[in-house]
């Protein structure tokens, strides 16, 4: 709830307890999005993308993080 750098810190500890979690890098690149830091976003979003490569829509995420903002 408006605490970025306490999610992102939250998030990046459920990543070094699990590395291999595709879902948390892809939340982790969700808050980067919305924060408008989109260089973080897509790699964010392309670690993801390397650990789950058939879902399409975080390959397309990594390549275009700005997809990723609400309509």
Known sequence: ?????GARA?????????PHDWVTWGLLG???VRRGDLAQARRDYGQASDLNPRDTGLQALAKNPRAGLPQ
Not at 1 to 5: A, L, R, S, V
Not at 10 to 18: I, M
């Open 1 to 5: 709830m408006n605490d970025y750098e």
């Open 10 to 18: 939250a998030l990046g500890e459920a990543t070094r307890r699990e």
């Open 30 to 32: 969700d808050i980067a």
